[in-house]
């Protein structure tokens, strides 16, 4: 063995352990469509991967039998789940309160089962991932999804400047210089967050951009239908279907959504709008109808993430409106990887993290000058050409391929932010350790 670098002995003999915190319940559409297909991706590269949730209303929503099942099944898949109970209120005290509890047990972890890397999504968990570090060393990865501070006072839930917000900015600069390495969505926010650099910090720490992406072999499986059969089954055959797929409210402009898709009603009469989202349907369902669009004209259907190909196949053209404020420069919507994996052109609005450029550079949608008729008007017809042409559907599948992936986009950027880490590590070891791994 006395051939063998430490790097080689640290990858075939000792192979990296990672826990991966995350602030929301396992059965969130978040993490089994984001979460949890990026650990089975570091799973088949030799990362021992364990995994924490924070699980609401965990004794009510959970029973006994359905937790050890649940363990069972991702510790087949090389996942090793933990879960604490999240706390919901009062706000600010329950997060602290989860946060001091997720610390304490990510610290054991660490202690206990040898995890070496620390990988945090977003914030909360990276507050969580930073006392873990000074508890009991480890690696800390921040897996920054957004400008979380921003994103709270752009969404209107905390005010601008306040007390909440000024402390979230403190734990945020606290992550930011614990951590070993990074992760953001979009080549805007690793321009703010580190100007000038390109895959790495200026102290020469990893930093890597790694989009939403999206599982296409999701996508590929609807091809078992035909999408005549999908949209005889919604009864719109002969209809222009326009597509929302996701939240409503807060920074997702549903007023603005109303107004273009009263506006595609009136303008073209064979209009059908499918709403697809997990949130309350009033949300969006009363304005629909103060806009004189009749109930037999619209769809709104909370859908599993194992439907969402099957519906989107029956539609022409998606739609994206969110609100564009700085916070959302760090945005990746998972929606736009969805909508092209689905072959569908996009009509969005500009300033969403990367999406100008995706939508301009692969010529898969149209961007809307601003929230007005006349410009609803130009987006609409762009995009009615471009449905009609033959090679949109591919251009998009093509888009969603090089961008989106989540095997040889996402996955294999996980995989090299990873072996970074280690390479780090190994470089790090004490001379004691090194001699006794060579």
Same mark, same amino acid.
């Given at each position: ?308 190909? @099957?519906? $989107? &196949? !029956? *539609? +022409? ?13 760090? =945005? ?45 008007? @130009?987006? $609409? &017809? !762009? *995009? +009615? ?13 093509? =888009? ?39």
């Amino acid at each position: 063995m006395r051939g063998i670098s430490v790097k080689q002995k640290m990858s075939a003999a000792t192979p990296l352990k990672t826990l991966y915190l995350c602030y929301f319940g396992l059965r969130e559409p978040l993490v089994q469509t984001q979460v949890l297909p990026y650990l089975r991706q570091l799973v088949t590269d030799g990362v021992e991967v364990h995994l924490l949730t924070f699980e609401p209303e965990l004794h009510q929503r959970w029973s006994k039998d359905a937790l050890a099942a649940q363990k069972a099944e991702l510790a087949r898949e090389g996942i090793r789940w933990s879960y604490l109970p999240y706390h919901k209120r009062p706000s600010v005290p329950a997060t602290l309160y989860d946060i001091q509890r997720g610390a304490r047990f990510a610290a054991r972890m660490v202690r206990r089962e040898g995890v070496d890397v620390l990988h945090a999504r977003g914030h909360v968990a990276a507050f969580m991932g930073a006392l873990a570090k000074r508890m009991s060393g480890g690696q800390f990865l921040f897996d920054v999804r957004s400008f979380m501070p921003e994103e709270y006072t752009d969404a209107g839930v905390w005010p601008a400047n306040g007390s909440v917000y000024r402390l979230a900015k403190r734990a945020e600069a606290t992550c930011l210089a614990a951590a070993d390495a990074f992760v953001v969505l979009t080549e805007k926010a690793r321009e703010i967050l580190f100007p000038g650099r390109t895959d790495t910090d200026a102290k020469g720490r990893p930093v890597q951009v790694i989009p939403c992406c999206v599982d296409l072999e999701r996508f590929k499986a609807a091809d078992e239908i035909s999408r005549e059969e999908v949209r005889a089954e919604l009864g719109v055959t002969d209809r222009r279907v326009i597509v929302y797929l996701g939240a409503l409210g807060g920074w997702y402009l549903t007023d603005e959504m109303v107004s273009f898709l009263s506006f595609a009603h009136r303008e073209d009469k064979s209009t059908f709008s499918m709403i697809l989202t997990q949130s309350r349907p009033e949300i969006i369902e009363r304005g629909l109808r103060e806009a004189g669009i009749s109930k037999e004209d619209y769809l709104i259907r909370k859908v599993s993430p194992r439907e969402i190909p @099957r519906y $989107l &196949k !029956a *539609a +022409d053209i998606a739609l994206s409106f969110i609100k564009p404020c700085y916070s959302k420069l760090s =945005s990746s919507p998972t929606k736009m990887a969805e909508y092209l994996a689905s072959g569908l052109p996009v009509i969005c609005n500009s300033g969403i993290g990367d999406v100008d450029e995706v939508v301009r550079t692969d010529r898969v949608g149209v961007i809307v000058e601003d929230f007005t008729e006349e410009s609803y008007r @130009r987006a $609409l &017809k !762009a *995009a +009615d050409e471009m449905r009609r042409d033959r090679e949109t559907a591919e251009r998009c599948r093509m =888009s969603a391929v090089e961008r989106f992936d989540l095997e040889r986009v996402g996955g294999e950027r996980y995989k090299h932010l990873y072996r970074r880490l280690r390479e780090s590590r190994a470089k790090s070891l004490p001379f004691a350790e090194k001699e006794q791994a060579a």
